[in-house]
């Protein structure tokens, strides 16, 4: 069964390197596309869509605005199962200054170059080891400046309640970008922050592996 990764603002499918899927599930790396002008985020989620076989099972995997990517295509497809990663599924588990922001057209007017540095600075300090470190900092470096501006604006303006189902979420107790305390995961992964993926790929790969099995494609016997 093929299983379609979706990396946060600014990333590809680097993020998901140390990700291992249980036999018999196929990884698929969807890349983002260009957004179009004043395009919403349900809209974008349409258009991403298109790049998924529906005509075989499948299942979703996203990683912070690839999470929130996934619950919006899950929500007009028909996956086996969701999978978010360090995000959250409805816009009511944003931190309020981040509704407020988008409310005010805050993300409109930030730079880009503004948030990589804050990234990079963040992830400088603390990403450990240094071969995690080196990466992030070549994904960073490699984000696509429109992209993460229009995405930026986009999560800010965000508004949804629905929850495709099933829907299983993996979150660290100190994640940074979207507080645990407000939103409901069904996996915990303590003193982990929100790029836990990368620093704690076996917790991660034992989780997907527990959650995955049971939609396991069966065999056909001859």
Request: proline share 8%; net charge positive; hydrophobic share 45%.
């Amino acid at each position: 069964m093929k299983v379609y990764f979706t990396s946060g603002i600014g990333a590809d499918y680097r993020l998901f390197t140390h990700l291992r899927l249980p036999e018999g599930f196929e990884a698929v790396h969807i890349d983002w596309i260009d957004p179009l002008p004043n395009e919403s985020l349900p809209d974008y989620a349409v258009r991403l869509s298109k790049k998924i076989d529906t005509s075989q099972p499948f299942a979703l995997i996203g990683l912070s605005l690839g999470g929130i990517m996934s619950v919006e295509m899950a929500k007009r497809l028909q996956p086996q199962c969701t999978i978010i990663i360090s995000s959250v599924p409805v816009s009511a588990h944003l931190p309020r200054y981040y509704r407020v922001a988008g409310q005010l057209g805050l993300g409109k007017w930030v730079p880009a170059s503004l948030l990589k540095a804050a990234t990079s600075v963040k992830h400088g300090l603390m990403m450990r080891p240094a071969a995690n470190r080196r990466l992030m900092m070549d994904v960073i470096r490699s984000g696509d400046d429109r992209f993460i501006r229009w995405a930026l604006n986009a999560v800010l303006e965000w508004n949804n309640a629905e929850i495709p189902q099933p829907l299983f979420h993996l979150h660290g107790t100190r994640d940074e970008v979207f507080p645990i305390g407000l939103t409901k995961p069904t996996h915990i992964i303590k003193k982990a922050g929100h790029m836990f993926l990368l620093e704690r790929a076996d917790t991660t790969n034992r989780i997907l592996r527990e959650i995955l099995l049971p939609f396991a494609p069966t065999l056909t016997l001859p």
